[in-house]
């Protein structure tokens, strides 16, 4: 969450939004998890799942832009194969995760299939602990980067999505996507991620999309995994990568309140 996503994630965190193929072909690295200074048990996963809202913007020149906030749902371990409950990792119990996530780039549409391209380095992701589990003021970035590639599908015909012109689709899946980001720990972040040290550099994101229509303005949602890979990197700037993903904090905090009103 299951609950980015809050871009990775990853995006101001990794990120990510509608695309499929690069986030795929992503190894299930293990990474050791410190969960909140001890509050739990220390923990190896390889994967983290969750939840994702977004408003895209398709714009008629066939560029988008999308802002996204995923929230993470479960820590997963063994190459991708063991969902961690909150009792065992405090995820959702004492503490949160959530990524923002900003890109651009271009679409086209071939028939029922619209085809997504992201631009390379044309928005951020930052990663987020949420230590007050959506009260205002415990949000702490643990990293970020920036958007390297993606791609993704969204074809409304397909068996698994219901929509007006498919009255033979049932589910929500109506497209694919896979993206990655570039990624690095701030000091808060590797006291959180403590292996490897240093941390991997890219943040791999992919999932599904449930059904929208690509023009003008769309509220989106769907699930989103993350999984890390890549060189170690040193530790950015908290500053450089902080001020771009506060500008997505209201975006989360809106919907905190929308769920609390519900």
């Not at 992503?26 to 994967?47: R, S």
């Not at 003021?137 to 219901?162: K, R, Y």
């Not at 509220?219 to 450089?240: C, H, K, Q, R, Y």
Request: with cysteine.
């Amino acid at each position: 969450m299951n609950a980015f996503s809050k871009s990775i994630v990853a995006a101001s965190i990794a990120a990510a939004f509608t695309f499929s193929g690069t986030a795929a072909a992503a190894p299930f690295n293990e990474f050791t998890v410190d969960p909140v200074n001890g509050a739990y048990a220390n923990f190896v996963a390889d994967k983290i799942t969750g939840n994702y809202t977004e408003q895209a913007t398709f714009n008629a020149d066939g560029t988008f832009n999308v802002s996204l906030v995923w929230t993470a749902g479960q820590f997963v371990g063994n190459k991708g194969n063991t969902a961690y409950e909150s009792y065992q990792t405090g995820l959702g119990a004492t503490y949160g995760l959530f990524a923002t996530y900003t890109a651009g780039g271009t679409y086209s549409v071939n028939g029922s299939t619209t085809t997504f391209d992201f631009s390379p380095g044309s928005g951020n992701l930052s990663l987020f602990l949420d230590n007050t589990l959506g009260v205002a003021g415990g949000e702490v970035l643990l990293g970020g980067g920036n958007p390297i590639a993606g791609q993704g599908t969204l074809d409304p015909m397909l068996s698994t999505c219901e929509s007006p012109g498919n009255p033979g689709g049932r589910g929500i899946n109506c497209g694919s996507f896979g993206a990655s980001s570039s990624f690095a720990l701030t000091d808060a972040g590797s006291a959180f991620f403590i292996l490897p040290n240093p941390f991997y550099s890219l943040s791999f994101q992919s999932g599904h999309l449930n059904n929208f229509n690509p023009v003008g303005t769309q509220t989106i949602n769907g699930s989103l995994d993350v999984v890390f890979s890549g060189e170690p990197t040193d530790v950015p700037e908290p500053a450089s990568v902080g001020l771009l993903g506060l500008g997505m904090l209201g975006l989360y905090a809106a919907r905190r309140r929308n769920k609390k009103a519900a």
